[in-house]
């Protein structure tokens, strides 16, 4: 497995943006896909966001949010824009290396490897 950090959350008023990063411990290599998912208090743990590592495709729960890979820098970045109090949860970054389509991608069930969390709080 590979060691996933997260960082950039915080406190953002509604409708601000935040950068999230997740680097990862070793070379990408093998890698097939990365995610980011949400989990608030009380609910199940929810997509976000994914992105193949070969070739770069991506796909969406939340059409104000962007994924995307820095190869040179192993870390995946989620850029989210007009933030919402109902986005406030936090926010994990997950790689895979077996493959799927992309309804199997936006299971959490699809990734072996978790980051610890990083908590983004969205004030109305």
């Known amino acids: 497995q590979v060691q996933l950090v997260e960082s950039g959350g915080g406190l953002v008023q509604a409708g601000g943006s935040l950068r999230l990063s997740c680097a990862s411990s070793r070379r990408t290599f093998g890698t097939y896909a990365m995610g980011w998912f949400r989990q608030a208090p009380g609910k199940e743990r929810e997509f976000v966001a994914a992105i193949k590592w070969r070739d770069g495709s991506t796909t969406y729960a939340d059409s104000r949010f962007t994924i995307s890979r820095d190869n040179a820098r192993n870390t995946v970045y989620l850029q989210m824009n007009s933030l919402k109090p109902e986005g406030t949860a936090v926010y994990y970054c997950?790689?895979?290396?077996?493959?799927?389509?992309?309804?199997?991608?936006?299971?959490?069930?699809?990734?072996?490897?978790w980051g610890q969390g990083t908590q983004v709080t969205v004030s109305s």
């Open positions: 997950a790689a895979s290396s077996g493959g799927g389509s992309w309804a199997s991608i936006s299971q959490p069930e699809h990734f072996t490897s």
